[in-house]
């Protein structure tokens, strides 16, 4: 049995079952279908990313803060964690877990790479594992559109502003970071009210407008 995926205009792929296309669990298929979406949205120019990214700097484990809601996450209730790890071929090992209202964990698995020269902060995510290699025709936007001087925390932003992200290195940030980050996202044109808390253990419990998380 197949099935035909499309992703934008003259974007059709036939996916067959079983090892010769593994869109990884519901959560990797989800992904992918809305980094097809999102990237047949036209660009908003007044979004920036930051000058600089220090790939090797920012590798490693993130938790999510906050972010704007999407379908391919409405599994996730709470401890939803980004692993950025770097391979051989210069690509990047994406893996993003968070777990259940079952208690169980939800997992998927993608690609990134980075857009232009070294040292660009726009990279292309991918979650298409076709035939045995990940497809960026099928990917996302991925612009780290804030970040600490320590690498403490980001903002991962997208031209649309249709999605967004708050990341930290640790599952609790300080009240007074997360105000001056809901400062930067405002400054990028975005409404910080978009953004959702996302339950961390450790950090803040209650879901609920990024924008009503300070006291």
């Given at each position: 049995?197949?099935?035909?995926?499309i992703?934008?205009?003259?974007?059709?792929?036939?996916?067959?079952e079983?090892?010769?296309a593994r869109l990884?669990?519901?959560?990797g298929?989800?992904?992918?279908l809305?980094?097809?979406v999102?990237s047949?949205?036209?660009f908003?120019?007044d979004?920036?990313?930051v000058?600089?990214?220090?790939l090797?700097?920012?590798?490693g484990?993130?938790?999510?803060v906050?972010s704007i809601?999407?379908?391919?996450?409405?599994?996730?209730?709470?401890?939803?964690?980004a692993?950025?790890?770097?391979l051989e071929?210069?690509?990047?090992r994406?893996?993003n877990?968070?777990t259940?209202?079952?208690?169980g964990?939800?997992k998927?698995?993608?690609r990134?790479?980075?857009?232009?020269?070294?040292?660009?902060?726009?990279l292309?995510v991918?979650?298409?594992?076709?035939f045995?290699?990940?497809?960026?025709w099928?990917?996302?936007d991925?612009w780290?559109?804030?970040?600490?001087?320590?690498?403490r925390?980001?903002?991962?932003?997208?031209?649309?502003?249709?999605?967004?992200?708050v990341?930290?290195r640790?599952a609790?940030?300080?009240?007074a970071?997360?105000?001056?980050i809901?400062?930067?996202?405002?400054?990028?044109?975005?409404d910080?009210?978009?953004f959702?808390?996302?339950?961390?253990?450790?950090?803040?419990?209650?879901?609920r407008?990024?924008?009503n998380?300070?006291q």
């Open positions: 049995m197949a099935i035909d995926v992703c934008g205009a003259a974007k059709t792929v036939r996916v067959s079983g090892h010769s990884r669990s519901g959560m298929y989800a992904a992918f809305a980094v097809c999102t047949q949205f036209a908003a120019t979004v920036k990313s000058e600089k990214l220090q090797d700097r920012y590798l484990k993130w938790h999510e906050a809601p999407q379908f391919f996450q409405r599994k996730c209730v709470r401890d939803t964690i692993e950025y790890t770097a071929s210069g690509e990047v994406v893996e877990t968070c259940r209202a079952d208690a964990r939800e998927a698995e993608g990134a790479r980075v857009e232009g020269a070294a040292g660009s902060s726009k292309t991918t979650f298409l594992d076709l045995g290699a990940y497809r960026y099928a990917g996302g991925y780290v559109i804030e970040l600490d001087p320590q690498y925390w980001a903002v991962i932003g997208h031209p649309t502003r249709r999605y967004g992200w990341l930290s640790t609790a940030l300080p009240q970071t997360l105000a001056e809901i400062g930067r996202i405002k400054s990028q044109g975005y910080a009210c978009e959702m808390v996302t339950p961390q253990t450790g950090g803040l419990s209650l879901k407008p990024l924008c998380a300070i």
